[in-house]
């Protein structure tokens, strides 16, 4: 019977948010005290570039004012009850959006499976997963980006009217806030198509999928809302702080180069180009070929589970990119709780293919830590580490998309039983 009520908690939804968000404001708090005692500091320093631009925003002035502020305005915007309520304000935001994520993860696994057991254990997959805890508490807005990217995916799944033109408002801001959302636009579009047509016919032959490229009501809603928002958010921003604002939020991606270190294969090749700008700019353009032509075809692929052509799509975005730093992960990782139901395969063999994510982690981190604390010349070994970890990485999406089966609730509820 206490093993019976000890399971019961343990798979309350309410007990796991109430856990999730404690343990959050026991990290803010103590990455406070580390900022005042220690010289490493536990805050991010993004969140230092974020709170300087809240700061140069409430003067009136631009947030780019702020060097390496290279984000959207809205974050900038989003932070300024930081002036006045306190410097830790957008760290309980960003933590806030955390637990936002776990609750839609809990609802869409819900909505495709029907199973209360299954649904919490994958929000729980986020909730308490150390790299969310410390990303967002020390400052990080990629939780941000979690909720709008979750929430459309779920608004989708309802498959209504509201669905779509919500779920357009939300991924219109998603790719507003950072473009990797905007690999997910072909997958959408075909699973939308898909599932319009297949109202009223039956895809058995390869002429009948083609259907799937004809656009329909629904996916007209959802580009529309999509559309309207993503011009609403960059046409106001274009207007009050001008060009400086596409080149640092957008076209600064586009060529950007981090020649000190990172997990990306190209990293070494950028360095060692990092002298000429005409070869490295065209370079650094050419890296993006790899990721769209795996994407485009994935898309194609994996269309009918969305939520596992969205990991797969960017998963290969954050592997074959050519910048590449840990918070990166989270772009994936809070997709992954979606698919879990859905891959055979056993604890045994998911914990072997964390194990080796983190080792991979781990290789690269300790030549990394003798290039920034040290002053070692050691370039090489963390371009031979940063192509071990993508070689991990290529490695376990492999395995990934050769055990997933969609399981229907059926499925899964025997399962549970």
């Not at 056993?346 to 194990?355: F, H, R, S, T």
Request: with cysteine; charged share 15%.
């Amino acid at each position: 019977m206490k093993g019976n009520a000890v399971d019961s908690k343990f798979l309350n939804l309410s007990t796991n948010l109430i856990a999730a968000s404690c343990i959050r404001i026991g990290l803010i708090v103590y990455g406070l005290i580390q900022d005042q005692l220690a010289a490493v500091k536990y805050t991010d320093i993004d969140y230092m570039v974020f709170s300087d631009a809240a700061r140069f925003v409430s003067e009136g002035q631009s947030p780019y004012l702020r060097a390496t502020f290279r984000y959207t305005p809205l974050i900038a915007w989003l932070l300024q009850p930081n002036l006045f309520l306190g410097s830790a304000f957008g760290k309980v935001l960003f933590s806030s959006f955390d637990i936002l994520a776990g609750f839609i993860i809990f609802r869409h696994v819900f909505h495709l499976t029907g199973s209360h057991v299954t649904s919490v254990r994958c929000a729980q997959l986020w909730l308490f997963n150390p790299i969310t805890l410390a990303v967002s508490t020390r400052g990080n807005a990629e939780s941000l980006m979690a909720v709008l990217v979750l929430g459309s995916l779920h608004l989708i799944s309802q498959g209504s009217v509201l669905g779509y033109i919500s779920s357009g408002i939300l991924y219109g801001t998603a790719v507003h806030v950072k473009i990797y959302p905007g690999t997910y636009a072909v997958a959408i579009y075909l699973f939308i198509n898909r599932r319009y047509w297949e109202r009223s016919m039956k895809f058995s032959k390869w002429r009948d999928a083609l259907w799937t490229l004809v656009p329909t009501p629904d996916t007209v809603l959802f580009g529309l809302s999509a559309l309207i928002f993503l011009v609403f958010f960059t046409g106001i921003f274009y207007l009050r702080y001008g060009t400086t604002f596409l080149q640092e939020t957008y076209f600064y991606h586009l060529t950007r180069r981090d020649t000190r270190h990172n997990f990306s294969p190209y990293f070494y090749m950028l360095y060692l180009l990092s002298t000429r700008d005409e070869s490295n700019t065209l370079v650094s353009l050419s890296t993006f070929l790899p990721q769209f032509i795996l994407m485009f075809v994935t898309a194609f692929r994996y269309h009918r589970q969305l939520e596992f052509a969205c990991f797969v799509q960017t998963f290969i975005f954050v592997s074959f990119n050519k910048v590449c730093t840990s918070q990166y992960f989270l772009w994936y990782l809070c997709l992954l709780p979606l698919v879990v139901p859905h891959l055979k395969i056993g604890l045994k063999q998911g914990m072997a293919l964390g194990l080796s994510w983190l080792v991979g982690q781990g290789i690269w981190l300790f030549p990394a830590y003798l290039l920034e604390f040290q002053g070692m010349d050691t370039f090489k070994y963390i371009w031979l580490a940063g192509l071990t970890f993508f070689s991990i990485n290529i490695f376990i999406l492999l395995r990934l998309m050769a055990n997933f089966k969609f399981k229907t609730k059926e499925d899964i509820n025997k399962k549970d039983s």
